[in-house]
């Protein structure tokens, strides 16, 4: 994710910025804080599918200002990282097998699931 911002208005500055902190957080989780010397920054290695909270603060030499008022927003999805849990045979015929699964777990779904497919081969005889 790349962010760009303003700078801060000269009359809120109290100082010349030398910087600014952007802060970042999962919903209910640690907050990453990372620094920059400009007004864009790019976020990496978030999570997909994943809602987060970013804020922007500037930085002058007798601190951190305070933070911006935060965006919220939430990473494109990506391939499950997960696969279906408890594979099981639930019924046979000659002609055909019915299979049961446990879903991807949430963690690991990295979006909306829309389908499933079923691989088969037939073993030698």
Do not use: H, K, M
């Not at 760009?4 to 500055?13: L, S």
């Not at 100082?15 to 990453?32: A, E, H, K």
């Not at 933070?67 to 019924?91: A, H, K």
């Not at 002609?95 to 389908?115: A, H, Y």
Request: with cysteine; glycine share 8%; aromatic share 8%.
């Amino acid at each position: 994710i790349t962010l760009q911002w303003r700078e801060v208005p000269c009359i809120e500055r109290n100082g010349d910025i030398i910087g600014y902190t952007v802060r970042y957080s999962i919903s209910g989780s640690n907050i990453t804080l990372r620094n920059y010397s400009d007004t864009v920054a790019t976020l990496v290695e978030l999570t997909p599918f994943t809602n987060y909270s970013i804020e922007v603060a500037a930085v002058n030499i007798n601190g951190t200002g305070p933070f911006s008022t935060p965006v919220y927003l939430r990473t494109d999805g990506d391939t499950p990282s997960g696969t279906p849990q408890e594979i099981t045979i639930v019924d046979t015929t000659s002609t055909e097998i019915t299979l049961q699964w446990r879903e991807v777990p949430c963690i690991e779904r990295n979006g909306d699931i829309i389908g499933y497919t079923v691989r088969y081969s037939i073993s030698g005889s």
